[in-house]
Structure formats: C-alpha cells, structure tokens
Nanobody, 123 residues
Framework: QVQLVESGGGLVQAGDSLRLSCAAS????????MGWFRQPPGKDREFVAA????????YYADSVKGRFTISRDNAKNTVFLQMDSLRPEDTAVYYC????????????????WGQGTQVTVSS
C-alpha cells in the first residue's frame, strides 16, 4: 500500500507561482512513474503532468505546457509540480497518483491517489 500526501496549495493571484509537493510512503517509490491530475469546479478530473520513474521523461497537458514543471526526488520519495504564470482557469483540486501501467495521460493508468490540495487563482 502506498500513501500519498499533497501539500502546497493555496489562494494566489493570476501570474503568481505555487509549488505543489506530493510525499509518498513506501520504499518502492523510485520504481513508478508519477502523475498530477486536477479537478476544476464542476468538471471531471483531468491530466496535468507526469514523470517517469527515473525522472528522465516528462509529459504535460497542452494547457500547462511551458508554465508547469514536474520533477521528483527519489531520495525523498517526493514529486513536485512547479506552477508558474498561474491563470484563473488553473483553479482546481490537484491530485498526485502513482502510475501502475498504461497511458501516462489517462486516470486508468494510475492507482493510489492522494487526498488532493486546493489551488485557487484569482483574477
């Protein structure tokens, strides 16, 4: 069983930055890819970014490409999401998850979700 705890969310203004963290329990963290998803108010959860187990490969949704950066520190069992140039449409609950197979871009490829952290961007 893997437990994930997200942190770093908050209320910011458009153009500001935030850094989300996701701390994972378990000694096998470095074996799995990780992903960030978000669920805007009243909408379905959507893919944001993902990173391979080694950290060498990263994947982004078009809506965040060039503004968000995913990274990981396997020694600390933590994955990060640096969010710059935030926009009101980035407002959502952000979740991290462990990729267990399949597409990096689809929820079905992930198990073990965190509880989420709220990000609110005001205009």
């Amino acid at each position: 069983q893997v437990q994930l705890v997200e942190s770093g969310g908050g209320l910011v203004q458009a153009g500001d930055s935030l850094r989300l963290s996701c701390a994972a329990s378990g000694r096998t963290f470095s074996r799995y890819g990780m992903g960030w998803f978000r669920q805007p108010p009243g909408k379905d959860r959507e893919f944001v970014a993902a990173i391979s187990a080694s950290g060498y490969k990263t994947y982004y949704a078009d809506s965040v490409k060039g503004r968000f950066t995913i990274s990981r520190d396997n020694a600390k069992n933590t994955v990060f999401l640096q969010m710059d140039s935030l926009r009101p449409e980035d407002t959502a609950v952000y979740y991290c998850a462990v990729r267990t197979g399949g597409s990096y871009f689809d929820e079905s490829g992930y198990a073990y979700w965190g509880q989420g952290t709220q990000v609110t961007v005001s205009s």
